[in-house]
């Protein structure tokens, strides 16, 4: 398995302005996946963080409001930039481990953010 | 483009119980992967059992076992002498074989488990 924490774990912010939440993983991954989910809902891919390339996004997710660091093969951020009310949600980092062929995914805690 | 249907949004179950969760998917591949996955109220997503397409013999995992019929494409969950730390949501996930990591979910299974 793979131990992984987020940070903060919960935040209200005013819309408007921008949310930094960070993924810290216990041990390297070559793929890092930052999914957004609804309270009682399903999950949605935002992006997939590869280390030392660009994150690939998924239909109607884009860079520029939702920005990806993935500076080494333990951590990653997900930024949400200028926050509207529709942002609230649970963010969720997950990663799989390297090497095995479907194997399954692994997630934090998640981080919710409710924005006002 | 695959997709994964679960059909019941919420289940209870009296503790000590036997209940199935139904999941059906639709896709063109012949290799891939099928999960179980469960999310308790607090929140961190867990793997319950996980199923290789290519294996004709349903997984199993303590409690938990899948019924897999490939050719109708779909994947059950049983969960035996049910548990009130059973109680969570139950989302069906799909992986092709060279989609590392990018699991397609289902909308999920709210199982209550009643005392």
């Not at chain 1, 660091?69 to 609230?88: A, C, G, I, K, Q």
């Not at chain 2, 199993?60 to 897999?68: H, Y």
Request: hydrophobic share 30%; charged share 15%; with cysteine.
């Amino acid at each position: 398995s793979a131990v992984i924490s987020q940070k903060p774990s919960r935040d209200i912010c005013q819309r408007g302005t921008s949310l930094t939440i960070q993924c810290q993983v216990d041990s390297q991954v070559t793929m890092m996946f930052w999914y957004r989910q609804q309270p009682g809902q399903s999950l949605t891919l935002i992006a997939t963080a590869n280390q030392g390339s660009e994150a690939t996004y998924e239909s109607g997710f884009v860079i520029d409001k939702f920005p990806i660091s993935r500076p080494n093969l333990t951590f990653s951020t997900l930024t949400v930039s200028n926050m509207s009310p529709e942002d609230s949600s649970i963010y969720l980092c997950s990663v799989t481990r390297p090497g095995l062929a479907g194997g399954p995914q692994y997630f934090g805690p998640g981080t919710r953010l409710t924005v006002l | 483009a695959q997709t994964v249907t679960q059909s019941q949004p919420e289940m209870s179950v009296q503790e000590a119980e036997t209940v199935t969760l139904s999941c059906t998917y639709d896709t063109s591949e012949s290799n891939y992967y099928l999960f179980w996955y469960k999310q308790p109220p607090s929140r961190q997503m867990i793997l319950v059992i996980r199923q290789e397409a290519y294996k004709q013999q349903n997984a199993t995992e303590n409690r938990f076992s899948v019924n897999f019929q490939k050719a109708a494409k779909s994947f059950s969950l049983k969960i035996s002498d049910s548990q009130l730390g059973d109680t969570a949501m139950y989302f069906c996930a799909f992986m092709k074989h060279d989609m590392e990591g990018k699991s397609t979910f289902g909308d999920g299974t709210t199982l209550t488990v009643k005392p």
